[in-house]
């Protein structure tokens, strides 16, 4: 049961992501993956994207939301509003809005338990800068964003939580990690997720992906059964040349 995720970014228009979207569908209805084939358009185009995706096994992400479900709060999203468009995942922490939009730890952790109570998914993304791995600080800072952005966190049986292990300095890069290098970060994170989950529920309810530079040619490379299940990808899941390969790929591998 593998996890592909397309994160659109701000990269596409309405127009764009239909055609895109309609190539996957008819991608995956030949090719179709065992798992999750997850697309996290801009907000604009959620509704439209849902509608198209209605009748496949394809899922919607936001690619964020905010911590309160409603109130005075301006240009903000709530999961209620993502409930009412069948949203059923939510990229919270990816390292732009940590980067641009100053989200911090506490921000993440608000949002992943707001996610939680609402019935969406939280693909809660970690990973350290360039500076802080040359460092030798990519271990404290996973076990850092881990630590607070799961603090109170709890998850019935029914609930799932994927954390994407997101190198930041290999983003939109071209160049993803060698896999060995992302092996030792998802068995750093599967340890210290130890601390606040069973064994049992970690191996039924969490599921640990790879992000950074994912694409047809290296893909295989981070599935690792057990440990790394899925990928979130940027760059590749912009168009339908690069990223319907990945689809092809990843359902040889799951099937
Ligand atoms: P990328 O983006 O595939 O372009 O590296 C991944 C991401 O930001 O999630």
Same mark, same amino acid.
């Given at each position: ?69 409603? &109130?005075?709060?301006? !240009? ?58 040359? =460092? ?12 607070? &952005? ?21 983003? !939109?890069?071209? =160049? ?24 049992? =529920? ?9 992000? !950074? ?7 295989? &490379? ?11 990808? !940027? ?21």
């Amino acid at each position: 049961m593998f996890y592909l995720i397309a994160n659109w970014k701000m990269q596409l228009l309405e127009k764009e992501m239909v055609a895109l979207t309609e190539k996957i569908i008819e991608q995956n209805s030949r090719t179709p993956l065992t798992g999750e084939l997850i697309l996290a358009p801009h907000f604009s185009a959620l509704k439209t994207v849902g509608s198209l995706i209605k009748n496949t096994p394809l899922k919607l992400a936001a690619q964020n939301l905010f911590y309160h479900e409603r &109130g005075a709060y301006t !240009g903000e999203i709530s999961p209620l509003h993502l409930a009412e468009l069948n949203v059923a995942y939510v990229i919270i922490g990816h390292s732009e809005r940590r980067a641009f939009l100053k989200e911090t730890d506490l921000d993440v952790n608000l949002k992943i338990k707001i996610a939680l109570k609402n019935k969406l998914t939280p693909i809660f993304c970690v990973g350290e800068t360039f500076e802080e791995r040359q =460092q030798g600080k990519t271990a404290v800072v996973l076990i850092r964003q881990i630590i607070r &952005g799961l603090e109170d966190v709890k998850l019935t049986p029914d609930q799932e939580l994927i954390i994407a292990y997101e190198p930041v300095w290999v983003i !939109g890069s071209g =160049q993803a990690v060698r896999p060995l290098e992302a092996k030792n970060s998802a068995l750093v994170i599967k340890k210290v997720l130890l601390d606040y989950f069973t064994p049992e =529920q970690i191996e039924k309810n969490i599921k640990i992906i790879y992000g !950074g530079s994912v694409d047809a040619d290296n893909v295989d &490379g981070f599935i690792m059964p057990g440990l790394m299940t899925g990928a979130l990808v !940027g760059t590749a899941s912009l168009t339908a040349e690069k990223f319907l390969p990945l689809i092809k790929k990843l359902s040889t591998i799951s099937n």
